[in-house]
């Protein structure tokens, strides 16, 4: 099934081109109006030269009106085999059709709304027959029954012409499309955006990149180059001061000669507060007594950190350099920002 893309936004237009599959753009006038386009011919032009094939409005009220006007457009520079010319059904529009088909161009009867119109179209020899299901269906008609039957009667009888569902107002559209066979369908970009989009799908990207990361990311890599370090001399308050400044729940301390004394925590702190009250604010990082410390070093894959983080239920751990304190390494770092 062709997938056109329906609008007249230059910006969401080149963005869905990019993609690098779509069959081509349908357009119309109230697209462009709406866009604030007050050059048509100029933009008709443009739209030509970014896209593979693009479909637009040939108007008149006879059929030779019509003709003259989808010559005109063709006398801007479109090219024939990349321009597919969109007439809404009438007898001059079908009469139309039939003229610029046997001149080899392509042709869009569109604004179908019963099977004998897209009968006329078919016999036409129209390249597409386009169904508007979702203004149909705003206006109460049935036009899924109607995209059945039309795809029912060019592939019974062997018409050339290709089915257009169009008119999508929302995703399910185009599964009723795929469904209903047929050929083509033409979507607004904000609804072919969202076609890739399922929940279960990103929990297992997301899961992939998680367990990818784990395996092949070091420890030093995932750390954020922060490491909020005290000295043994340094009053409490100041070193809360500093585990706020950070962003941490904990700093590392460091006797005088720079060597690890230990980690002090957000926990310790309560703890410290609710065994001695306010006045153990005033004690210095050396006054405190502290166990050997949670570390992992650097070189370690952060699959090692995760297993750690699990094993000792802890939030930060100390990484280390044969040794030597060179960053925290949050739970959080174990996943891509």
């Not at 409005?57 to 801007?76: F, H, N, P, S």
């Not at 386009?130 to 060019?154: K, N, P, T």
């Amino acid at each position: 099934m062709e997938l056109y893309l329906d609008s007249a936004d230059l910006k969401e237009i080149e963005t869905a081109f990019g993609l690098g599959f779509l069959t081509g753009l349908t357009t119309t006038p109230t697209f462009m109006h709406r866009e604030g386009v007050t050059n048509l011919d100029e933009t008709i032009v443009k739209l030509a030269g970014m896209v593979p094939i693009l479909q637009i409005e040939a108007l008149g009220e006879t059929a030779d009106a019509i003709v003259a006007d989808a010559d005109r457009q063709l006398a801007l520079g479109l090219d024939p085999q990349k321009t597919v010319f969109k007439i809404p059904v009438s007898l001059e529009g079908v009469k139309a059709c039939k003229i610029l088909t046997s001149r080899g161009l392509m042709v869009n009867v569109h604004l179908v709304y019963t099977i004998q119109q897209a009968y006329m179209a078919a016999c036409a020899g129209a390249t597409y027959i386009c169904v508007l299901a979702g203004r149909m269906q705003d206006q109460g008609y049935d036009a899924l029954s109607l995209l059945a039957d039309v795809v029912e009667l060019v592939d019974s009888y062997g018409y050339d012409s290709k089915v257009m569902f169009s008119s999508v107002r929302n995703t399910e559209h185009v599964r009723n499309a795929i469904d209903l066979g047929c050929h083509t369908i033409t979507v607004p970009w904000k609804l072919m955006k969202a076609l890739t989009e399922n929940n279960f799908t990103a929990i297992g990207t997301n899961q992939f990149i998680e367990h990818t990361r784990l395996i092949t990311v070091k420890v030093g890599e995932a750390i954020n180059g922060i490491n909020p370090t005290v000295s043994a001399d340094t009053v409490l308050a100041d070193a809360i001061i500093k585990m706020t400044e950070y962003g941490f729940g904990c700093v590392t301390v460091l006797d005088e000669n720079g060597t690890l004394k230990g980690i002090f925590t957000d926990g310790d702190l309560r703890r410290k507060l609710t065994e001695q009250g306010r006045e153990v604010l005033s004690k210095t990082m050396g006054d405190f007594d502290y166990r050997p410390p949670i570390s992992i070093e650097a070189s370690e894959l952060l699959d090692a950190a995760a297993a750690l983080f699990k094993q000792t239920s802890v939030d930060t751990i100390l990484v280390t350099e044969n040794g030597r304190p060179v960053g925290m390494l949050d739970i959080q770092d174990l996943k891509e920002d």
